[in-house]
C-alpha cells in the first residue's frame, strides 16, 4: 500500500504512527496531487480516493484526479471513491439545530440547489469550501473519465443520528440494530453524511 496526501503534516503522522512497533508497514508514504501522482501507467491493483471529491470544488479538477485514478490502476482494477452527501450539512444542521441560523440556512439552500459549499458561518467548524455529491452525480463522474460505475454504497448511513452512537455500540443488543439498519439502507446513499462509489477501470 502507498499513501499519498496533499498535506505534508499528515504524511508526517502517517510516518510516525508507522514507526511504532504494532503498525502495519506501507510501500511508501508521499506528498502529492491526486490530480497528478507520481506512479506509472497500471501501476495498481486498487485504489482508495477519500477526499480529493468533495475538496476539488471545481468540477474540471474533479475529472482530472480520476482520469489519473484510471491511468495509474491496471485493467479490471478497482477505484473506492469517496463523496460527502448533498444533504450532509441540511441533517446535520437540523440534528443541531443550526438550520435556523439564516447564514447556515443560505449556506445549506446552496449546498443542496448546486453542491457548493461556500462561504460557511464563522462559527461553524467545517470546510471553507467544498462540494457535496448526488449519487448520480458521482456515477456521472465517474463515467466521464473513463471508468465503470458498479455501485454506490451509503457510509455510515442514518446510523450516525443514534443518539450517544459510541455507547449505543458498546451494547450488544443495540450494535445489532444499528448494523441491521445499515445494511437496510446501504443501497439508499444519501441517508447518511458520506457514500462511496464502487468503480472498476474497463477493458479496452
Known sequence: MHLVDIVPWHIEQAT?????????????MQVG?????????????AIVMHDPLYHLPDRQDRLRALAEAKRVLRQGGVLLAFAITRYAGLI????????????YHQMIRAEVE????????????TFPSAFFHHPNELKAELQASGLTCERTLGILGPAWMVPDLDASWQDEAKRQVILDIARLTENEPVLGPRLMAVARKPAP
Open 114 to 125: 448546486t453542491g457548493q459549499r461556500e462561504n460557511p458561518p464563522r462559527w461553524a467548524s
Open 33 to 45: 496531487d491526486a490530480r497528478e501522482l507520481a506512479f506509472g501507467d497500471t501501476f495498481a491493483d
Open 16 to 28: 510516525r504512527i508507522s514507526q511504532q512497533a504494532d503498525s502495519p508497514r506501507l510501500a511508501s
Open 92 to 103: 446535520f444542521g437540523l440534528l443541531r439545530g443550526y438550520v435556523f441560523n439564516p447564514a
